[in-house]
């Protein structure tokens, strides 16, 4: 007997019976009410199996969450209550849509470190989380059919929430050199030949999530300069600059660049994804439409959460903490590629990232990364597939692994885990 | 020599220049790449007020911000540090999109105390205060030209929300039981003759912001029923329900209506609003998508100040501290009735609230309050002009008063500055 048949047999009191009904026919009713974006918002490949992935026992490697126990939790927690204690009419009262001046100073001051040396706190929003200043980005610039381009793979966060208004995300080929200019230049061209109207390119020139790959200077340059020459306004997402572990450091393309890029920086990886804190440093003509925007969404972000950063960055050694996060992302990275050079089998090739979470890993052509991952979960490892990372609906030759928030020995491990799979899915599709 | 003349006057470097004519040009090309909706999104004649309402020696009578000097704060610091202390790794790192299982229990005991009593936590989402639940509801619900009905008066908040999505506002007739069913199903029938789609009424019944009225029991249900008969569905918002200190409290519209109504509470006006939590029970048909839509927007709400509401629920006598609030509101509303009879002119009137944060002055025909805005700041007093809270861009004769977050000598004092100003504008009407 299946469990739809011990359902069926199941004799309901009367009332629930007619509960049921009304519910149903609430159910067929409202599905006429849906807006036609409502159809375009989907689940993320990646939430789902951040669900998956806290079963016990199984190593992920597949949630991008980063490394927290080298922050100095005892003292946070001292510093989190004198904030309520001594201001707490302030920080748990609303406050300003735009976010506390202080903080936004502070946020120049990180910037800064990044290589913008000229921001200025009137012209930055704080936002809950990037991810919130992606959705902004999209609602305030972008009407249905519109096209936002993006690198090829990209965040599935920015492409979910996109998708939400509607828009056509068109993804453009990277190399290991990051987004090639040519593709670019000729997918404008043939998109602009279609009389399509192209608004932002959405770009994480720094360990691009999910491939790791860092976009090369002159390159960054060159991409901006193309997109002025065409309208388009750049909307750079760098959650992962400051943690660059390897190579030299490159400033973000908004540094020069004032006029033409919105930069999104975020407090998720550099301190904390909890406090759901971010910001975006908007050109100051754009500034006052995204400002409100922001406000229509949200009022303002939490005080709360925005003083104990402010603490955080003004009290604590937070470039200290950055180098210990650092060394330590620097350590998985390292364990994750000999393990990788060790277990995969030949026809497997992957990235080396310099910095960021990530390592993008390409099998042959032909072999589909989905199926795999349920075969994945049984032999005790997560990882998210490459469909997820694209707006096609193609199979992915491609899965991302992130070693961010995974200690060594499960790195290791989850590695030996997944290796066998690879070798037997690549080994079929000869 | 104006500062004008005084700018055009300086010489500027080169370089300076150059950068200022290239800011001026793109400014002028990027105005072509903003949404259709973005012309929609608009300053909050309330958010503006906000600002000008902390300057030193002015009695804001304007915001509606929550009385929280009897939070216990000191006690509440020692709970966020412990939190962060021994569970940091948790409230500082990613969540679950829909919000903490824990805490979407207690959200169904906190709607207990509403007369909701069959909310099950799978039903709920816990967003970035009711404001993102708005912002969600029209998102999934409407497309450009849709209509949403709502109360005239109504929140300006919500108002600023679906305009941004290019929904047509409508706002329907309320009087002193709320809002006026007859009115309600003539204006649907006129604008269903018209082709047009209706696909949400918002509502707060209880201590209507701003009118301070309450929807009667029996307008509640034959509402309801309305909207079922016309497939439209209703969005309650209730962030006042539990702040009454006059007459019986009534059920809100969703307890009999678990498949037509989308209820929204919030904490920021039991709790505290800088946690920026609120919460949306959604009929199970409609839940998914509504869930993976404000996943779309902020990845998740804060753990960590998802942990402290958790915590001052459990851990606190929440329901004691909202009757000490209660009878702080009750008293301030008596203040603010009986400095309105002693100090107003005739031709004024106003609501006389069983709860929440306002009371609603309605100035006879023919008067605008929008000016008298500045004439009352320069008397050291402010309030929310009518204007604000309809979708309509006429004048108002009304004006919003705010005594949450005021002493009562201030409220006195704030009467007091006020009536002059509405005696010369009355005068000068007739």
Redesign the interface.
Request: proline share 6%; hydrophobic share 35%.
């Given at each position: 007997m299946t469990s739809q048949d011990e359902l069926n047999s199941t004799l309901l009191p009367a009332e629930t019976e007619v509960a049921l009904e009304?519910?149903a026919e609430?159910?067929h009713?409202?599905e006429?009410?849906?807006?036609?974006?409502?159809a375009n918002?989907?689940?993320?490949a990646v939430?789902d199996v951040?669900?998956i992935s806290i079963r016990p026992g199984l190593v992920s490697l597949a949630?991008g969450?980063?490394y927290?126990?080298s922050?100095p939790?005892?003292e946070?927690?001292?510093t989190?209550?004198?904030?309520?204690?001594?201001h707490?009419?302030?920080?748990?009262?609303?406050?300003?849509?735009q976010g506390m001046e202080q903080l936004r100073r502070q946020i120049c001051e990180v910037m800064a470190a990044e290589g913008i040396m000229d921001a200025d706190p009137a012209d930055i929003v704080i936002t809950?989380?990037s991810?919130?200043a992606q959705?902004v980005a999209a609602?305030?610039?972008?009407?249905p059919g519109?096209v936002i381009l993006c690198e090829d793979p990209t965040y599935v966060?920015a492409l979910?929430?996109f998708e939400?208004y509607q828009v056509d995300v068109q993804a453009i080929e990277m190399d290991e050199q990051g987004l090639v200019p040519e593709k670019l230049e000729q997918r404008i061209a043939e998109l602009l030949a279609e009389g399509r109207r192209i608004?932002l390119l959405y770009t994480i020139p720094s360990f691009n999530n999910p491939s790791g790959i860092t976009m090369v200077a002159d390159r960054r340059q060159r991409i901006v300069e193309i997109c002025r020459a065409h309208?388009i306004?750049v909307l750079e997402d760098n959650p992962y600059g400051l943690l660059r572990f390897d190579g030299h450091p490159l400033p973000p393309m908004r540094a020069d660049n004032?006029?033409?890029v919105i930069y999104l920086g975020s407090f998720?990886k550099i301190f904390?994804?909890?406090?759901?804190l971010g910001w975006a440093l908007v050109?100051?003509?754009?500034h006052r439409?995204f400002y409100?925007?922001c406000?229509?969404?949200?009022?303002?972000?939490?005080?709360?959460?925005q003083m104990?950063v402010s603490a955080y960055l003004s009290e604590y050694d937070w470039k200290g903490h950055l180098a210990n996060t650092r060394a330590q992302y620097s350590e998985r990275c390292s364990t994750m590629l000999g393990a990788l050079a060790e277990h995969l089998p030949e026809g497997a090739s992957w990235t080396t990232p310099d910095g960021g979470f990530f390592v993008w890993v390409t099998l042959p052509d032909g072999v589909d990364t989905y199926p795999l991952l349920y075969q994945a979960i049984d032999a005790g490892v997560v990882f998210i597939p490459g469909a997820a990372f694209t707006p096609s609906d193609e199979p992915s030759n491609k899965l991302r692994l992130a070693f961010s928030a995974v200690s060594p020995e499960d790195i290791e491990e989850g590695i030996r885990r997944l290796a066998p799979i690879l070798k037997t899915a690549i080994a079929e599709s000869a």
């Open positions: 009304r519910a609430s159910a009713r409202h006429l009410l849906f807006s036609e974006r409502a918002i989907k689940q993320s939430r951040f669900d949630g969450s980063p927290l126990k922050l939790l005892q946070l927690g001292v989190a209550g004198k904030i309520i204690a001594e707490g009419l302030e920080a748990l009262q609303y406050g300003g849509g809950t989380g991810q919130s959705d609602k305030v610039f972008c009407d519109d966060g979910n929430t939400a608004k309208n306004l004032p006029d033409d998720s904390a994804p909890g406090v759901r050109p100051r003509h754009l439409r409100l925007a406000e229509a969404v949200v009022l303002c972000p939490s005080p709360l959460t104990l």
